[in-house]
T-cell receptor, first 109, second 114 residues
Framework: GEDVEQSLFLSVREGDSSVINCTYT??????LYWYKQEPGAGLQLLTY?????DMKQDQRLTVLLNKKDKHLSLRIADTQTGDSAIYFC?????????FGIGTKLQVIP | EADIYQTPRYLVIGTGKKITLECSQT?????MYWYQQDPGMELHLIHY???????EKGDLSSESTVSRIRTEHFPLTLESARPSHTSQYLC?????????????FGEGSRLTVL
C-alpha cells in the first residue's frame, strides 16, 4: 500500500532555515501536501504542490518535489519560534490522502 | 478559517462508559472523516463518509461506530470505552470533488479512558 515517510524530529535556531524531508511510494500521487499541527490543535493545510510541478514558493515556504525519486521537501526560511509545530507530509492518490508520521520542529531562540 | 467543530475537546471517563464525540461543519462539505492520532503523532483513518447515509471503515480497524444523518454532522460513538481507546480523535471534512483534495480539520477530541 501507500507509504509516506519522514523524520521524527528537527531542531533549528531562530533565524536559520529549516528543511523537512519526506519520501513517498505511490507513483500515482496527484497532490502532495504539507500540513502543520500546533500543540492542542488540529491540522491545518500549509501548502500543497501538484505532481507535475517541481517547485512552489509561498512567502517563507518553498516546496521542492522530485517526482523521479518520490521526494518532497519543505523549506522554511528565517524560521521563527512560532513555526514550532509538527509538520505532516501527505499525498493524495485516487481521492485518498495518506499522511506521514509527522516531523516535530523545535525552534531554539 | 475552517468551520469545523468538535466537542468535547477533552474527556476523561471510566471503563465501560458509552461516549459520543461530536463533529459539525458549516461548509456544506459532503466528505467527512475521523482520524485517530496516536501519542507518537501518526494519523490513522478510522471512518469516512461521502455524504448522508454513507459510512465506510477506514484503514485502521476501530470498535467505534459513526453515523451521517445530516450533511453537517458526523458523530463517533464508543458503546463501551476501554483504556485502549485512549487517544486523540480528529474530525475532518472536504469537498466531494475538490480539485486539490484539501482536508479541513477540527481541533480534536482528546479521550482518556481510566
Amino acid at each position: 500500500g501507500e507509504d509516506v515517510e519522514q523524520s521524527l524530529f528537527l531542531s533549528v535556531r531562530e533565524g536559520d532555515s529549516s528543511v523537512i524531508n519526506c519520501t513517498y511510494t505511490d507513483s500515482s500521487s496527484t497532490y502532495l501536501y504539507w500540513y502543520k499541527q500546533e500543540p492542542g490543535a488540529g491540522l491545518q493545510l500549509l501548502t500543497y504542490i501538484f505532481s507535475n510541478m517541481d517547485m512552489k514558493q509561498d512567502q517563507r515556504l518553498t516546496v521542492l518535489l522530485n517526482k523521479k525519486d518520490k521526494h518532497l521537501s519543505l523549506r522554511i526560511a528565517d524560521t521563527q519560534t512560532g513555526d514550532s509545530a509538527i509538520y505532516f507530509c501527505a499525498e493524495m492518490s485516487y481521492q485518498k490522502v495518506t499522511f506521514g508520521i509527522g516531523t516535530k520542529l523545535q525552534v531554539i531562540p | 478559517e475552517a468551520d469545523i467543530y468538535q466537542t468535547p475537546r477533552y474527556l476523561v471517563i471510566g471503563t465501560g462508559k458509552k461516549i459520543t464525540l461530536e463533529c459539525s461543519q458549516t461548509m456544506g462539505h459532503d466528505k467527512m472523516y475521523w482520524y485517530q492520532q496516536d501519542p507518537g503523532m501518526e494519523l490513522h483513518l478510522i471512518h469516512y463518509s461521502y455524504g448522508v447515509n454513507s459510512t465506510e471503515k477506514g484503514d485502521l480497524s476501530s470498535e467505534s461506530t459513526v453515523s451521517r444523518i445530516r450533511t453537517e454532522h458526523f458523530p463517533l460513538t464508543l458503546e463501551s470505552a476501554r483504556p485502549s481507546h485512549t487517544s486523540q480523535y480528529l474530525c475532518a471534512s472536504s469537498e466531494l470533488n475538490s480539485p486539490t483534495g484539501e482536508l479541513f480539520f477540527g481541533e480534536g477530541s482528546r479521550l482518556t479512558v481510566l
